[in-house]
Antibody, heavy 124, light 108 residues
């Protein structure tokens, strides 16, 4: 059973760089895509980006200029860095696995499981 | 801004049926998945594709899709089903993932 454990700094000042890491246990790191999602307080979910085992990435266009997702396959970990944070980046950040089922017209992808979440607050 | 639209809130009497809908152009080409989120907890996958329930999800949860609309139905709602529900699919380009605006379900 895949499990995700995440950590990182929870309090940042404006203009600093957010840094979070997610450790994967239970297998599948080298076969799946891994993603970051965030949720501002009291608001909905926003997909940030993803990375696969070969280091290919895909980012939310709205955040792409400030986001870097990387991986350390030797440790089964992947990380999120977001530069120049502002108060608008205050959110709970989640890591998750992008899994999929089926093929062709029956293909569907979904996020499962999720990490426990990390609250990141940006305040001066 | 989300390209998937959900009703902000719905209520259902205990034991009755409620349907949560998700609308967006991306759903014409990509199946939705659904997530249940209770206060202070990470989202949990409850439905994916045409009508696939992950292990451990009660069979009172079912899914369907038609055109640009995906639906999650809870048949015989229980108190523990009270939560926020989010759909997820892809944007109109198919290259990026988007979540619905979320629906708060209250069980009366």
């Amino acid at each position: 059973q895949v499990r995700l454990q995440q950590w990182g700094a929870g309090l940042l000042k404006p203009s600093e760089t957010l840094s979070l890491t997610c450790a994967v246990s239970g297998g599948s790191f080298n076969t799946d895509w891994w993603t970051w999602i965030r949720q501002p307080p009291g608001k909905g979910l926003e997909w940030i980006g993803e990375i696969n085992q070969s280091g290919s990435t895909n980012y939310n266009p709205a955040l792409k200029s400030r986001v870097t997702i990387s991986e350390d396959t030797s440790k089964n970990q992947f990380s999120l860095k977001m530069s120049s944070v502002t108060a608008a980046d205050t959110a709970v950040y989640y890591c998750a696995r992008l899994a999929y089922s089926g093929s062709g017209s029956n293909y569907v992808d979904f996020f499962d499981p999720w990490g426990q979440g990390t609250l990141v607050t940006v305040s001066s | 801004s989300s390209e998937l639209t959900q009703d902000p809130a719905v209520s259902v009497a205990l034991g009755r049926t409620v349907r949560i809908t998700c609308q967006g152009d991306g759903l014409r080409n990509y199946y939705a998945s659904w997530y249940q989120q209770k206060p202070g907890q990470a989202p949990v996958l409850v439905m994916y594709g045409k009508n696939n329930r992950p292990s451990g999800i009660p069979d009172r949860f079912s899914g369907s899709t038609s055109g640009n609309t995906a639906s999650l139905t809870i048949t015989g709602a229980q108190a523990e089903d009270e939560a926020d529900y989010y759909c997820k699919s892809r944007d109109s380009s198919g290259k990026h993932y988007v979540f619905g605006t979320g629906t708060e379900v209250t069980v009366l």
